[in-house]
């Protein structure tokens, strides 16, 4: 089956700073990648997601990009603030019956 | 308001004694997922349905059964429930949109301890 790892676990940056999350996935037929964010105590919550036709993908200050021959992609959000903070999973998917696999999460520290 | 509930929000119970959690979304999505969170180890899918009467294994399945007898419901039933069984629950519905994506609609979640 598909296994999906995030490293490291936890990153701390400066406000205003770039932050960049990366995940690796195992299975070449997956063509769904979305990232969720969750904010202490609160459920999981989609902030982007792209598929494998797809190489980038921008949305305000957050971009996720696509390396299908390296089977990894990335988190990319510009200007951090601490409203950021949050943990950030990664997920990978056949698209075929929506069953999703996630990485284990990345916990996100902005310093303000 | 479209959402996903759940119920109860938590729950204390011992070892042996059946208990259910129960799901409900009003967005009439087809599809349905239960994950468990426990802390590093992500979210795992436990068990996912793609429409009435239509269910399978997710990633840690053992322990758990699900039924899915009408669109909006999607129970999770632990017959036996053990102390690996204490985690933090989220049901999750999605559906196929135009673009080939499918966004989780995740309920509140219901905190289990097993003592």
């Known amino acids: 089956g598909e296994n999906v790892e995030q490293h490291p676990s936890t990153l701390s940056v400066q406000e205003g700073d770039s932050a960049v999350i990366k995940c690796t996935y195992s299975?070449?037929?997956?063509?769904?990648f979305p990232w969720y964010k969750q904010e202490l105590g609160k459920r999981p919550q989609l902030i982007i997601d792209i598929r494998s036709n797809v190489g980038e993908k921008k949305d305000q200050r957050i971009a996720v990009t696509l390396n299908k021959t390296a089977k990894h992609f990335s988190l990319h959000i510009t200007e951090t603030q601490p409203e950021d903070s949050a943990v950030y999973f990664c997920a990978a998917s056949t698209g075929a019956n929506s069953k999703l696999t996630f990485g284990k999460g990345i916990t996100l520290s902005v310093r303000p | 308001e479209a959402q996903v509930t759940q119920n109860p929000r938590y729950l204390i119970t011992v070892t042996g004694k059946k208990l259910t959690v129960t799901c409900s979304q009003n967005m009439n999505h087809e599809y349905m997922s239960w994950y468990r969170q426990d802390p590093g180890l992500g979210l795992r899918q436990i068990y996912y349905s793609m429409n009435v009467e239509v269910t399978d294994k997710g990633d840690v399945p053992e322990g758990y059964k699900v039924s899915r007898k009408e669109k909006r419901n999607f129970p999770l039933i632990l017959e036996s429930p053990s102390p690996n069984q204490t985690s933090l629950y989220f049901c999750?519905?999605?559906?196929?949109?135009?673009?080939?994506?499918?966004?989780?609609?995740f309920g509140p979640g219901t905190r289990l301890t097993v003592t």
């Open positions: 999750a519905s999605s559906f196929l949109g135009l673009a080939g994506t499918y966004e989780q609609y």
């Open positions: 299975d070449s037929a997956s063509n769904y």
